[in-house]
């Protein structure tokens, strides 16, 4: 047995004398020979207060004694002004001044192993970043307010609907407040109960034009202020107690309308707001997080004021002293070409423009931008606020004070997507061969005996190492062809597109995109086939090792990062001879973990398990195998494979099972995550989804193996043939749009 290593089992002892330096302070003389080792002690202020010359180690206990003396001093110094404390600190060095611990040897492999204390400088910051964001422990029950900051066409809205699926997929009671449709319902009212609407233009027409963003239009900044205000009440009523209106009344629209500030003592008016349709919880054991969306322009430090103290108002009159974190997100964009391109996708789907020509639409978004840009108050850089800001297309972040969950969750997400184009794969691992022998053997019959020897045969075999059938391997080499078929349509697509190769430095890549010499661009690595599949490093388009290695077999270059699960079967199904993409294999994406009841099936479970098994009928998304999963613990380990792929500048394959592909599917599909247990995930075919410009996915199914006419045998699903057990939909069409 190898000696144990005395530095992880005891503390380090010192020995019995230590000669020591002082450390200088900055401008001072150097007292003698022994300097040498003064810049590494200078670095922290706290032993520069307390060195002494040639000083004798202590004991332990004295060195104890030394630091609370040591706290003391901090103490008494934390009140005092920075230099004031500098100086004070300075002026304690002198000889006989009580000696600080001696230098460990390992201090640049361990650090200190002297325990982490407590000092006040410490607590106060801590506090302050506990106030901030709750980080795990204690936010159960708080609401978090994401305001949206930034001129008109920078990309708000379209973060605030990829934050709302995101939040909704992850569990979350999430909604967006977009202010721009209270002002178009204002307006309106405005219309039904004016005079204006005998005139040639509306009132309702006038306030979808640049005009009405002047400041100097006084009516039109009480309309704006009113829809700011209405949308504000909506935001924390329904964070308080998760109701939202459906319609605005005329009676509210009266009273929002009344309003001549946005000062909050006026939301006292719009007490009589009608609360009507309830959001339902999914469970009654789950506690949510409640996330609004405030889509505004939010740009004046006034305006973001306001904000903060309705939420502050509002945490102090919620039960329980619920607290309302904010955290502003501003998209900031300054690239002219990419703001161009914003434009036309503005004027194209905003209802503002509807019935104007292209040429006036995009004269006018510019007018109202200019007007925006008069009074445009950036968020400042130091503030104590929580804040994010984005930088054209996320191509530089800064972030200040987020911590806990939204570390965690939030700016991972942000910093993961783009805006680009490419398709993203979704299927079920290969048919193995003793599926294939079974339904061969048994064929299929609709009685209820065969099911359930079928479905206790799945059970037997859903762990097992297996290999791939004749079926499973034909549609392994049918899903390469697929893959390079759309890798080369994709390249095509982005060779013809792209004039300017080297400019193309957006999305979330680091090393952008490599330009080569014929203008295309080139990813292709190594061939590898699966002998060396165990070393092989995962490729994505993010991987700069990707970029320099040329193809070595003349095979087709596109960048593709393929996912597999760690099941022998996903691992066989994504594994090409004639393999050019590197395939990173994922224990995030094994089946649903059914821990002390794997091997088991449903009718057993049933008949042994009757409790916990009207548990799973009455909340089939949160009920937990023993010591296994639940539908919803999927999420935890899946967040970070949506990331990864919402990440991805290239192709992305995922080669997974049906429970995983469901919760996937439900993302994309932006249907309810509670409901994905529904969501039928057929053998041999795989889920394409494509980019929408406005941050959905258009859906498209692609079999690539018939089923020959037989039955497909289910192997992935916890509901296999189960009587009375939900049946998965039968999706009629083959193509879905799901933004
Ligand atoms: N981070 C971003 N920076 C700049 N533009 C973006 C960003 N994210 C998305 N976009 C693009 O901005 C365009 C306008 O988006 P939209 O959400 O309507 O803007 P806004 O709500 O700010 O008026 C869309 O084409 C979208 O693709
Ligand atoms: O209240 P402010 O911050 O001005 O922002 C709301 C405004 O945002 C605007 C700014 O152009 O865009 P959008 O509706 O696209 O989000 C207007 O519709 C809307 O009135």
Redesign the pocket.
Known sequence: MAPLDPDIVSMPSPPAVIKRPLPMMEGETPPGPATAAVSTLRTSSSSVSFLTFDEDVDTRQDRHQQRRQQQQQQQQQVSLPLTESLLERTNSITPGAPSIPPPSHHYYDKGSVELAIETPVMMQRLEKRRRLTGSGANDGGDCLLIVLVGL?ARG??FIARKLLNYFSWRGNQCQIF???KY?RKIAQHEVKSSEAAAKEETVSQNSCKADFFDDSNQEAARM?KA??GLAMKETLNWLECGNVTGTVSSATMQTALSFSSLASNNTDAMEDMDVTSGLESHSTRRQYHRIAIF?????TKE?RQWILQECAKKSESLQYSKRIGVLFLESICDDPELLAENFKVKIGS?P?FKGFSQQEALADLNQ?IQKYEERYEPLEDHSHESFIKIFNLSSRLMVNHIYGRLAKVVLPAIMAWNTGSRPIFLCRAGETKAMEEYTKQHGRQDDNNSNKDMAKFLAATRRKSDRLGERGRKFRDALYEFIEKEGLEFMNRRNDTVIHPTKMDTGTSISGLHETRDHTFDYTVKSRNSDNRANAKPLSIDDSSSSSSGSSNNAPSFPCLVLSSTMPRAIETATWKQNTLLVKDVSNLNPLDMGDFTGMDLYTIQKEYPEWYDQLQREPFYTRFPGGESYSDLIDRLYTIIIDIEQQLGLATVVSHVSVLQVLISYFRSTPIQQCMDIEVPLHTVFKFTPLRGGGWLESQHVLLPNDGRDEVDSGTIWDNVDGAKQPMRQESSVFLSS
């Open positions: 008109p708000k809205s977009n202010v721009g002002r704006r829809a700011a889509d505004a322009t939010n740009t305006r905003c503002d109202r």
